[in-house]
Each structure stands twice: as C-alpha cells, then as structure tokens.
C-alpha cells in the first residue's frame, strides 16, 4: 500500500521510507510541486495547475487502498502573506487571511471528496 504525499516543497519531510502499521506495509510516494499554494487550488488555472494533477492522481488511481496526505498552505503563510505586505503595499489582517485560507481548503475537500464518491460508486 502507498501514502501518497502532495504539498510544496515543505512537505518533503515524509521522505520515501516505508512503514509498517498493524504488519501492513506502507510506502511514501512523494507527489509534491515546489511553490504550491492554497490560493492556486481555488483557480481553475493556476502557474503549477496542481490541482488537476491532485484530481487526476485520485482519477486514475485504482487502488483503493492508498492513503493521501494534502500539506498545503505553509508557502501562503510564510511567502504569500509577506510578499503581499511588503511588495504590493496591502495591509491584509491575518486572521482574515487564514479564515481565507482554511475556506478554499475546505472547498477543495469537498470537491475531491465528490469526485471520488462518483468514481466509486
């Protein structure tokens, strides 16, 4: 079985070691882009377009048994926040700006979740 890993660079971190949980084996795939954003999963184009590759790795994929890991968000707090400071001038409140963050998330959860109860049902 896989744990497939998608994120930025940041997510690196699980490696492609393998692991064994209950005598089951599991194996880290990375799947990670570099410069990954929150922000790009809620355009329907974006510079890296890693959402698409997000939903069709979860298309194709026809083992259910694969695990997903999603970690993204760090390079909108600790890039994307700042730049928007510092280089465009705007004052941005930071609890706005994660309320933002946490509600694209959860818009793209949803929208995996019901593209995968319609390829499995």
Excluded: A, P, R
């Amino acid at each position: 079985m896989n744990i497939k890993y998608f994120g930025c660079s940041h997510s690196i971190i699980f490696g492609n070691d393998e692991i064994n949980i209950d005598n089951k084996k599991y194996k880290f795939i990375d799947c990670h882009q570099d410069s990954v954003s929150l922000k790009g999963l809620s355009k329907k184009s974006s510079k890296t377009n890693y959402k698409l590759k997000i939903i069709d790795e979860l298309k194709n994929n026809n083992n259910n048994n694969d695990i997903y890991i999603l970690k993204i968000g760090q390079v909108d707090l600790e890039f994307g926040f700042y730049y928007k400071i510092n280089s465009d001038g705007i004052n941005i409140d930071i609890n706005l700006f994660i309320d933002e963050l946490i509600k694209i998330y959860k818009n793209f959860l949803m929208e995996i979740n019901y593209l995968n109860s319609m390829l499995h049902t």
